[in-house]
Structure formats: structure tokens, C-alpha cells
């Protein structure tokens, strides 16, 4: 088992900046591939950005590329996510994923098997 647990979010103005972090514990062997994934208020969940945890390699939905990045400690077996120049619209429950294989597509909500429980980003004009 593998356990997730997300930090970071806040209240910002938009044009500002937050860090979410999401440390992994358990069999973190079981964290290949590791994931953002947000939901607002009424809409569905939706992949932010995946990292492969061994190569390093990072994609991004087109909404936050340039704005966003993906990055990775594995010594301390954490996750982050850089968010710069946040609008309105990012405003969102943001969740850590994460799975042993290959997510495909990697915005696929049922390719990963362990999440975390969300860390609030709210965006004010």
C-alpha cells in the first residue's frame, strides 16, 4: 500500500504563486508514475501534470502549461507542483496520484491506483 498526503494549498491572489507538496509512504516502489489531478465545484476531476518517477520525464494538460511545473525529491519521496501566474479558473481541489504502471492515457482518473486526500487552491481576482 502506498499512502499520499497532499500540503501547500491556500488562498492567493491571482498572479501569485503556491507550491503543493505530496509526500509518499508504504511501498513507494509502487510510485513509478506520479500525478496532479484537480477538481472544481461541480466539474469533473482532471490531470494537471504526471512525472515518470525513474526518467524524469513530465507532461502537462494544456491549460497550465508555461505556468506549471512538475517536479520530484526522491530522497524524500515527494512530489511537487509549481503553480506561477494562477487564475481564477485554477481554483480547485488538488489530489496526488500515483501508480506502478504506465498510465495511459496519463489523464485517465482509473490509471492510477493510490490518491491522496486534496489540498485546497482557491484563486481571487
Known amino acids: 500500500q502506498v499512502q499520499l498526503v497532499e500540503s501547500g494549498g491556500g488562498s492567493v491572489q491571482a498572479g501569485g504563486s503556491l507550491r503543493l507538496s505530496c509526500a509518499a509512504s508504504?511501498?513507494?516502489?509502487?510510485?513509478?508514475?506520479m500525478a496532479w489531478f484537480r477538481q472544481a465545484p461541480g466539474k469533473q476531476r482532471e490531470g494537471v501534470a504526471v512525472?515518470?518517477?525513474?526518467?524524469?520525464?513530465?507532461l502537462y494538460t494544456d491549460s497550465v502549461k508555461g505556468r506549471f511545473t512538475i517536479s520530484q525529491d526522491k530522497a524524500k519521496k515527494t512530489l511537487y507542483l509549481l503553480m506561477n501566474s494562477l487564475k481564477p479558473e485554477d481554483t480547485a481541489m488538488y489530489y496526488c496520484?500515483?501508480?506502478?504502471?504506465?498510465?495511459?492515457?496519463?489523464?485517465?482518473?482509473?490509471?492510477?491506483?493510490?490518491w491522496g486526500q486534496g489540498t485546497q487552491v482557491t484563486v481571487s481576482p
Open positions: 512525472i515518470a518517477v525513474d526518467l524524469g520525464t513530465t
Open positions: 496520484a500515483a501508480d506502478p504502471r504506465t498510465p495511459v492515457p496519463w489523464w485517465s482518473l482509473v490509471r492510477y491506483k493510490y
Open positions: 508504504g511501498n513507494t516502489d509502487s510510485t513509478n508514475y
